[in-house]
């Protein structure tokens, strides 16, 4: 049975999708309660702690996706630079930079007002999405924080989406 056969029956909560497809994908995950579920997601260039968290009051779907990184202080102006840079290549969510965790995190919102329910392919998308955007530009934010490369040259790196593995 398909993980999208397995809800024809009924509208299942979306916390309860993606603790199914956590079980599926044998991700590491902790349901923190019943609107919150957290796991850990393997990438080509690190693990991603992912949290989705469902908002009945603006009847949201939030992704929270981080990563730890401990920048150096002298390079945190060029690092908020290809935050934008990087910000203004992706149009499904956002990067941002949380200095008191020091963590990289990228943030996505499923709105579902008027009682939408998500699909299992929706938030499967929202996930994927998340780790690929990560591993796209997790090195353009080590090459400025850490191999003094400019924001510039450091982008230049994840312009172009590269696909499989040679």
């Known amino acids: 049975m398909s993980l999208s056969e397995h809800y024809l029956v009924g509208e299942p909560h979306p916390i309860d999708i993606v603790e199914t497809l956590a079980e599926h994908h044998e991700w590491d995950f902790d349901r923190v309660g ?77 709105v579902l007002t008027g009682g939408q329910s998500a699909s299992v392919d929706q938030i499967n998308a929202m996930i994927d999405a998340a780790v690929l955007t990560a591993e796209r530009f997790y090195p353009a934010f080590q090459l400025v924080a850490w191999a003094d490369h400019t924001p510039e040259k450091a982008i230049k790196c994840a312009i172009a989406e590269a696909w499989g593995r040679a």
């Open 34 to 110: 019943d609107d919150q579920i957290s796991m850990v997601v393997e990438g080509q260039w690190r693990s991603y702690s992912i949290t989705l968290a469902w908002s009945h009051q603006d009847e949201t779907l939030r992704l929270i996706s981080s990563f730890e990184m401990e920048p150096p202080h002298g390079r945190m102006s060029e690092l908020y630079e290809v935050l934008n840079h990087v910000n203004d290549m992706i149009w499904a969510g956002a990067f941002t930079w949380w200095d008191a965790q020091q963590m990289m995190v990228y943030r996505y919102g499923l």
